[in-house]
T-cell receptor
Framework: EPEVTQTPSHQVTQMGQEVILRCVPISNHLYFYWYRQILGQKVEFLVSFYNNEISEKSEIFDDQFSVERPDGSNFTLKIRSTKLEDSAMYFC????????????FGDGTRLSIL | QKEVEQDPGPLSVPEGAIVSLNCTYSNSAFQYFMWYRQYSRKGPELLMYTYSSGNKEDGRFTAQVDKSSKYISLFIRDSQPSDSATYLCAMSLKNQAGTALIFGKGTTLSVSS
């Protein structure tokens, strides 16, 4: 069964450094998403992306965040200058098009900011 | 006011029991309702999604939506130890792709053999 894959599974970064989280969505999906889950809290929406543009973003997705589809298979989330509070699980998801299509999630990248 | 509320549990049941998991929500504009299962150190795995009020069945799982009460449920029949996981409800405001999902906090279920 097709799946969303995310790399790396765990990323450790010094505060203030830039980090890029990578995702390979399901191949025929056209909508891509990033969510995060701080330990012990809810899964929270960050951003959705379609046709090389942001479709929707939350208040969390401020200027330190950016997303990109650098090629036909990858989807990335960049955090420009990481803060301690950016430590969380980051989940990528993708969905098809044509009416409502549910979102399918990867297994996440655990980001630890030191 | 929290948008989606879900009792975190933990909920412990013996193998074979019927499990009922529930979420309430405050925003009557939610249109799509989903249940995800999340095993430890894994991402949310879609179990079921539904649009209208009523029941939807898939194997041992039944999803129920009551829009008038703003209440959704997931029933698991003949529960198995492999069902031990955290169950997340999620909701969408719009009937289109690209829309944010709003999640509950999740209920942790433990099924003992």
């Amino acid at each position: 069964e097709p799946e969303v894959t995310q790399t790396p599974s765990h990323q450790v970064t010094q505060m203030g450094q830039e980090v890029i989280l990578r995702c390979v969505p399901i191949s025929n999906h056209l909508y891509f998403y990033w969510y995060r889950q701080i330990l012990g809290q809810k899964v929270e929406f960050l951003v959705s992306f379609y046709n090389n543009e942001i479709s929707e973003k939350s208040e969390i997705f401020d200027d330190q965040f950016s997303v990109e589809r650098p090629d036909g298979s990858n989807f990335t989330l960049k955090i420009r200058s990481t803060k301690l509070e950016d430590s969380a699980m980051y989940f990528c998801a993708s969905s098809g098009h044509g009416g409502y299509q549910p979102q399918h999630f990867g297994d996440g990248t655990r980001l630890s900011i030191l | 006011q929290k948008e989606v509320e879900q009792d975190p549990g933990p909920l412990s049941v013996p193998e074979g029991a019927i499990v009922s998991l529930n979420c309430t929500y405050s925003n009557s504009a939610f249109q799509y309702f989903m249940w995800y299962r999340q095993y430890s150190r894994k991402g949310p795995e879609l179990l079921m999604y539904t649009y209208s009020s009523g029941n939807k069945e898939d194997g041992r799982f039944t999803a129920q939506v009551d829009k008038s009460s703003k209440y959704i449920s997931l029933f698991i029949r003949d529960s198995q130890p492999s069902d031990s996981a955290t169950y997340l409800c999620a909701m969408s405001l719009k009937n289109q792709a690209g829309t944010a999902l709003i999640f509950g906090k999740g209920t942790t279920l433990s099924v003992s053999s």
